[in-house]
């Protein structure tokens, strides 16, 4: 690849998928839908998505026809295309299956699925590319005839069935699907078009619900029954109390960022708002990729106008007409509903222009990521938005003042976004009223592994640990708990006689702990606790972006030094100071969250004595 079109062929399928994404060629004539803030390459994620669905991979011959139609260098888009997990540049049959082997799934007996996997089908797929007269062979031949293949993952977040799996079956009518609980025999027949059927997630709380209201109540497919059960009425009264309304029960409720930085939304809109440049920009950070985690998919799946609703009044809030909801490529089920729910919305005025009656014009386009988990942060997703490598950018300048396309940009999760709705409906006085002081309104955990009902969980700050795992059932009957996953594989593990801990910022903080992506999972005394540990660590070295040198080396040397300890040709004891030095490196020179916090759980395990093994 170089800087150099090329003239590979391209077959008619691969042609008409990116026709379908960026309209019929025309010489010299941009794709359909541009507006001043675009360049064609924002649309070569799509164009990408589009090539993959069809034909079960990115063709160099493909690849080139997307780069002459949106203008950009074919190893410019190589490396985009390299970027991401989900594309493949090695030919691979239409039906293909992923299937995970993070830490849930592999306490829960995800080895023994991918062992069945390699009797049936053989071993996992390899990277290695074909050449394109092997493609057009492929082609020639009918690669829907091949014998499917599958290929480990890494966290699918479907935790709470794990283990999981994604098979995807390309074609002029793509099927995805995902599913837990996941067997070869039940790959194997979703492999052959016949998936399992839809299984939603289990979810409870503690008092009444406010995240969860319609999960599992309402229909996520009718816009009439969102309304039925209290829909837009959040948006109704922002209109009526103006922007800066809107703006101070925001920020006197004291709601603060539910992705894991915990910064106050509040004075993330207020500065948008205030921002000189335009047009502003929302975007919905729906990529959440940390392992354990799968709260944010609960919302999407279960109460999808909730998302846009809450999107619109931060657009309305900030000045922002245009807004993007940036959602996990894992997610079919996620993307069929809200793909549904965003046109539904158009239908009935809730998006477009003048949102009921008000003058206000707001619109949402839905970017589907591609399995790279440095796209939650939220500069790596910016450049994958705009068709650049998903890599962090430096900060300051911060979203806020320079964000997606350059211009300001207010970028909040899904869970801060649905908080949302309560806090400008009811006021934030209301919504301060359950809580801590310092940690106001309720909470989703994700709570998996070794518990009897594994789930979401909505409850109050301030709960204690031992309380949420009551309502989970408590530890699976039969097993003991080891250890507890606090905050996900960037968080930290706590030990059974931490099980008082008050779940809230402040408390957790005061303990060295955190509460992350809301992370609960629970490891009982037969869980193969070192092998997940390592696991850990090889998710970070994989999924490290490689831009900075200490995030890049340093979870590679963290990664080698566990395979040391685990294969016996060192201690724990003997490899604790470079353990501790790689992760200070990490901390203090690494650009984004994924360095800086690439060894806490490493860290606290070796603390709490996890890497002994228990006989």
């Not at 080139?64 to 390299?82: D, I, K, N, S």
Request: net charge neutral; aromatic share 6%.
């Amino acid at each position: 690849m170089d800087l150099r079109h090329h003239n590979d062929s391209t077959t008619d399928a691969e042609r008409s998928a990116v026709d379908a994404v960026l309209g019929a060629e025309v010489l010299n004539a941009p794709p359909p839908g541009f507006t001043a803030v675009h360049d064609a390459r924002t649309l070569l994620l799509p164009a990408l998505h589009a090539l993959q669905s069809r034909v079960g991979w990115v063709s160099k011959g493909g690849l080139g026809y997307v780069c002459r139609r949106l203008g950009v260098p074919p190893a410019e888009a190589f490396g985009v295309a390299t970027f991401y997990a989900l594309f493949s540049l090695s030919e691979r049959p239409r039906a293909f299956a992923h299937v995970c082997d993070d830490i849930a799934c592999m306490a829960a007996g995800a080895e023994k699925v991918c062992s069945d996997l390699e009797r049936t089908l053989g071993a996992p797929a390899s990277g290695h590319a074909k050449t394109n007269e092997a493609h057009n062979a492929a082609a020639a031949h009918g690669a829907a005839d091949r014998q499917p293949q599958w290929t480990r993952s890494p966290c699918l977040g479907l935790c709470e069935r794990a283990p999981a799996a994604l098979v995807t079956i390309a074609g002029p009518r793509p099927a995805d699907c995902a599913f837990g609980a996941a067997t070869a025999a039940k790959i194997e027949a979703a492999l052959r078009g016949n998936p399992p059927p839809i299984e939603e997630a289990f979810v409870a709380s503690e008092g009444p619900r406010r995240l969860l209201a319609r999960v599992g109540v309402a229909n996520p497919a009718s816009l009439d029954d969102y309304r039925a059960h209290r829909g837009y009425e959040a948006l109704a009264r922002a209109f009526a109390i103006g922007v800066e309304g809107v703006l101070r029960e925001v920020t006197n409720s004291k709601l603060v960022g539910r992705g894991g930085a915990a910064f106050p939304t509040g004075r993330k809109w207020d500065a948008v708002a205030k921002a000189p440049a335009s047009p502003h920009f929302v975007v919905c950070n729906a990529d959440e990729s940390e392992p354990g985690t799968f709260k944010d998919r609960v919302l999407l799946e279960g109460d999808p106008f909730a998302v846009i609703e809450a999107m619109t009044i931060a657009g309305y809030a900030t000045g922002s007409q245009r807004g993007y909801l940036y959602l996990r490529g894992e997610y079919p089920l996620a993307q069929s509903r809200l793909t549904h729910a965003i046109e539904a919305a158009r239908a009935g005025g809730m998006l477009g222009a003048n949102i009921l009656g008000s003058g206000f014009a707001f619109d949402i386009e839905l970017r589907r990521g591609a399995g790279a988990y440095i796209c939650g942060e939220e500069t790596a997703l910016f450049n994958s938005i705009e068709g650049l490598r998903g890599e962090p950018r430096n900060k300051p300048p911060f979203p806020a003042q320079v964000g997606l396309f350059g211009k300001p940009t207010a970028v909040n999760n899904v869970e801060t976004l649905v908080a949302v709705l309560d806090i400008v409906r009811d006021g934030a006085a209301a919504y301060a009223a359950v809580g801590t002081a310092g940690s106001p309104g309720t909470k989703l955990f994700c709570v998996s592994g070794s518990v009897v009902r594994p789930g979401v969980y909505e409850v109050p700050f301030g709960t204690r640990l031992d309380a949420l795992l009551a309502l989970a059932g408590g530890v699976t009957p039969g097993k003991t708990m080891r250890t507890i996953l606090l905050g996900g594989a960037a968080g930290g593990f706590v030990g059974p006689d931490q099980l008082s801990l008050a779940l809230s910022f402040e408390d957790t903080r005061k303990a060295g702990a955190t509460l992350g992506s809301g992370v609960v999972l629970v490891f009982d005394d037969g869980a193969p606790l070192v092998p997940i540990l390592r696991r850990i660590a090889a998710f970070f070295r994989d999924e490290s972006c490689g831009q900075c040198v200490p995030c890049r080396v340093g979870t590679v040397r963290q990664e080698e030094l566990l395979s040391r300890v685990v294969n016996g040709r060192s201690t724990l004891t003997g490899e604790q100071p470079l353990l501790k030095e790689l992760g200070q490196a990490m901390r203090d020179a690494s650009i984004c969250g994924l360095g800086q916090t690439a060894s806490s759980a490493i860290e606290s395990a070796a603390a709490l004595g996890l890497f002994e093994v228990k006989r």
